[in-house]
C-alpha cells in the first residue's frame, strides 16, 4: 500500500512539473500574441502581471481567486491581492490539470495517447462550463470564432507539451547493465 501510495505522489510531482512546463509554454503563446498586437511589457513583466494594480487589470484567472476567496471568507478582498491571486491561480490551475493528466495516464496508460489528446481541449471547454456559472466568462455562444479559436490553440500547446513532458518525466531511465 504504501509503495502504490508513493508511487501515486511522485506521479503526481512529475504531472505538476509537466503542468508547469505547459503553462510556461501557453504563457508563451499568450506573450506572443501580446507583443505582435503592439504590447510592450518585457516577458518577466508580463508573466508576473505587473501591471495589476487593482481588481478591475485582473485577467480572469485574477477575478476567480477573487471570487473564490470572497466566498470561503464572506469579505471583500483589497485590490492589494489583485495581482498575487492572479498568479496563483494561474499557475495552480496549470499544475492541477497536470497533476490530474499524470494521475489518470498513471492508471490508463494503454489509452495515454488519448488522454493526452483530450487534456488541452478539456482544459479549455472546461473553462466555458466553469467560469460562466461565476460570472467570469459569459456563456460560450456569446464570444466569436476568432476569440475561442485564439484560447482553444493556446489550451492545445497547453495540453500537448504537458502531455510530452509527462510522457518523458515517466520514460524508464536508461539502466547500465553488468558486461558492456
Same mark, same amino acid.
Given at each position: 500500500?504504501?509503495?502504490?501510495?508513493?508511487?501515486?505522489?511522485?506521479?503526481?510531482?512529475?504531472?505538476?512539473?509537466?503542468?508547469?512546463?505547459?503553462?510556461?509554454?501557453?504563457?508563451?503563446?499568450?506573450?506572443?500574441?501580446?507583443?505582435?498586437?503592439?504590447?510592450?511589457?518585457?516577458?518577466?513583466?508580463?508573466?508576473?502581471?505587473?501591471?495589476?494594480?487593482?481588481?478591475?487589470?485582473?485577467?480572469?484567472?485574477?477575478?476567480?481567486?477573487?471570487?473564490?476567496?470572497?466566498?470561503?471568507?464572506?469579505?471583500?478582498?483589497? *485590490?492589494?491581492? $489583485?495581482?498575487?491571486?492572479?498568479?496563483? @491561480?494561474?499557475? =495552480? +490551475?496549470?499544475? !492541477?490539470?497536470?497533476?490530474?493528466?499524470?494521475?489518470?495516464?498513471?492508471?490508463?496508460?494503454?489509452?495515454?495517447?488519448?488522454?493526452?489528446?483530450?487534456?488541452?481541449?478539456?482544459?479549455?471547454?472546461?473553462?466555458?462550463?466553469?467560469?460562466?456559472?461565476?460570472?467570469?466568462?459569459?456563456?460560450?455562444?456569446?464570444?466569436?470564432?476568432?476569440?475561442?479559436?485564439? *484560447?482553444?490553440? $493556446?489550451?492545445?500547446?497547453?495540453?500537448? @507539451?504537458t502531455a =510530452? +513532458?509527462?510522457? !518523458?518525466?515517466?520514460?524508464?531511465?536508461?539502466?547500465?547493465t553488468s558486461?558492456?
Amino acid at each position: 500500500m504504501r509503495k502504490r501510495r508513493n508511487g501515486a505522489f511522485r506521479t503526481g510531482i512529475r504531472g505538476a512539473i509537466a503542468g508547469a512546463v505547459g503553462t510556461a509554454v501557453m504563457d508563451l503563446v499568450w506573450f506572443t500574441r501580446f507583443r505582435r498586437s503592439g504590447g510592450k511589457q518585457g516577458l518577466a513583466a508580463w508573466e508576473t502581471s505587473q501591471s495589476v494594480h487593482k481588481w478591475e487589470d485582473a485577467s480572469d484567472p485574477g477575478q476567480v481567486g477573487r471570487r473564490l476567496v470572497e466566498k470561503v471568507t464572506g469579505h471583500e478582498i483589497g *485590490d492589494s491581492w $489583485a495581482r498575487p491571486l492572479t498568479n496563483i @491561480v494561474h499557475w =495552480t +490551475t496549470g499544475l !492541477a490539470w497536470g497533476v490530474q493528466f499524470g494521475l489518470l495516464s498513471r492508471r490508463s496508460e494503454h489509452h495515454r495517447w488519448v488522454l493526452s489528446a483530450l487534456l488541452g481541449p478539456t482544459a479549455w471547454l472546461v473553462s466555458y462550463v466553469i467560469l460562466p456559472l461565476i460570472k467570469v466568462y459569459k456563456p460560450i455562444w456569446k464570444y466569436d470564432a476568432r476569440t475561442l479559436v485564439k *484560447d482553444f490553440s $493556446a489550451h492545445l500547446a497547453y495540453g500537448s @507539451v504537458t502531455a =510530452t +513532458t509527462s510522457a !518523458a518525466l515517466t520514460r524508464p531511465r536508461f539502466q547500465a547493465t553488468s558486461g558492456q
